[in-house]
C-alpha cells in the first residue's frame, strides 16, 4: 500500500509542481518559484520510493513525510496571521498566511488544508502497509 500510496501521490506533486510555475493560484494555493521547487523534489522521491524502493522504505517515507505533512498544515492553522501574499499572487488577505520565508514560501488557508489532507493520506498509506518484519504474537 505504501508504494502504491507514494507513486500516486508522488506523481501529484510532481504535476502540481510543474502546474504552479504556470498557474501560481492553482486550486486557491499560493504556489511560488520555491513552493514548486519543494514540490517537485519530494514527488521525485515519492515517486522514486514507490517505483523502486522497498515496502519497508516507502512506508518509513509515507509515516515520515505525511507527519510532516500534517504538522505543517496544522502548524499553518495554529500560527498564521490575517495577511497578504507578498509573492504577487492576487489572492487578498487570507487569514491564516503562514510567511515560512517571506516573499518567496508563504502558506494560506488552502494550502494548509491540502497539507493536512495529503499528511493524511500519506500516513494511512504508510500505517496500512504490512512489511514482512511486522508479524503479529499472540
Known sequence: MANRTATILGTVFLL?????????NLGGAHFSVAHNLVHIISGA???WLG????PQAAKTFCIVFGAVYLLLGVAGFVAGADAS????IPHG????????????????TMDHIIHVLMGGIFLI????????GARRTA
Open 16 to 24: 502540481v509542481g510543474i502546474l504552479g510555475f504556470v498557474i501560481p
Open 45 to 47: 522521491v515519492a515517486l
Open 51 to 54: 517505483l523502486k524502493g522497498s
Open 85 to 88: 501574499p507578498s509573492t504577487g
Open 93 to 108: 488577505n487570507d487569514t491564516k498566511m503562514l510567511k515560512v520565508i517571506p516573499g518567496q514560501l508563504e502558506l494560506g
Open 125 to 132: 498509506g504508510g500505517f496500512a502497509t504490512r512489511t514482512v
